[in-house]
């Protein structure tokens, strides 16, 4: 039983091993980025581009839109959580409560999906993620691997196709469009947004101003 034991402790701790080496290596490719050329045939579109070169505005639409505790949590909004789970034996629809860290965990490295397996997995690699890398880490690597658009993969790529700047003259506005599809980006468009998206696009724009006087990018250094 202690070997065992021990084989799956150094099993689980060599799954983190990619983690470390992406702390400071930038991932060429994600899961959902082979999903997609693998299982769906199609192309996807990706250029990686490093923090200095994000801007602020993007930084700062994407932590007002999917996770404004993001400087503050260790890998998991338990009030988020908790609200989603009492929504839901309410008998309410499920809504999502990740993180942006999480939702780095499952991009990178999982499969789109809500069983108990990847879950669990989504976890155990926010855990990793959030021991190993700092925060502007997370949020530089969730800048460059989200999905805006089908085939769409981070700020960078965005920003060239649907308004054809470099992603550090991005508007506020420009930047809280792109963070309003993030919840649904095969449904959401930011080419043809729908009076929700435009709303949502408001709300973020007016959080950006926000963040920024609270000067929550500061308080990822």
Do not use: C
């Amino acid at each position: 039983m202690r070997w065992l034991s021990f084989t799956v402790l150094l099993v689980l701790l060599l799954s983190w091993l990619p983690i470390l080496l992406l702390r400071w290596l930038d991932p060429p490719v994600t899961a959902f980025m082979l999903e997609q050329r693998i299982l769906e045939g199609s192309v996807y579109h990706y250029q990686w581009k490093d923090w200095p070169a994000l801007g602020s505005a993007a930084p700062l639409a994407v932590m007002a839109a999917e996770d404004q505790k993001f400087p503050d949590h260790h890998g998991f909004d338990v009030k988020a959580i908790q609200d989603a789970v009492a929504d839901r034996l309410e008998g309410q629809s499920l809504r999502g409560a990740s993180t942006i860290t999480q939702q780095v965990a499952k991009n990178l490295f999982l499969w789109p999906g809500r069983n108990l397996l990847r879950k669990g997995m989504e976890a155990w690699f926010t855990v990793g993620i959030e021991l190993i890398w700092p925060k502007r880490r997370i949020l530089e690597v969730y800048l460059n691997i989200a999905e805006f658009g089908p085939g769409v993969y981070g700020v960078p790529e965005a920003s060239r196709i649907y308004f054809a700047k470099q992603p550090s003259q991005l508007t506020d506005a420009q930047a809280a469009l792109l963070a309003a599809v993030l919840p649904n980006p095969k449904q959401l468009h930011v080419d043809q947004p729908t009076a929700y998206v435009r709303e949502r696009q408001r709300w973020i724009t007016q959080q950006i101003a926000r963040l920024r006087d609270y000067g929550w990018l500061q308080r990822l250094d």
